[in-house]
């Protein structure tokens, strides 16, 4: 079964730091885009940032310069490492990649369960 498993959300104060991890598991023949979104209670998901198989990477205008998206192909996982974190950063954050499951099927988008981040002082 082909799962994304994240880690690493939790409480911190307004100015610190946290690392999220996301990590595929399964029957993976590629991956494509990997990329965290985030929903705050009323809100719609938003993107939040995203890297391609190569590297590039795409940030959204609230974090651009505050976070951090890496992946590391050989473990596929990818993490985001949020720095100089504010208090409208707090939501839920979800792990979303592109993974080839089946060898004459294309890429289908799967989603992890979401790891709740809370930024209060």
């Known amino acids: 079964q082909v799962q994304l498993v994240e880690s690493g959300g939790g409480l911190v104060q307004p100015g610190g730091s946290l690392r999220l991890s996301c990590t595929a598991s399964?029957?993976?023949?590629?991956?494509?885009?990997m990329g965290w979104y985030r929903q705050a209670p009323g809100n719609q998901r938003e993107l939040v940032a995203s890297i391609s198989s190569g590297g590039s990477t795409n940030y959204a205008i609230p974090v651009k310069g505050r976070f951090t998206i890496s992946r590391d192909n050989a473990k596929n996982t990818v993490n985001l490492q949020m720095d100089s974190l504010k208090p409208e950063d707090t939501a839920i954050y979800y792990c979303n990649a592109a993974l080839r499951t089946e060898l004459r099927r294309g890429f289908g988008a799967y989603w992890g369960q979401g790891t709740q981040v809370t930024v209060s002082s």
């Open positions: 399964g029957t993976i023949f590629s991956i494509g885009d």
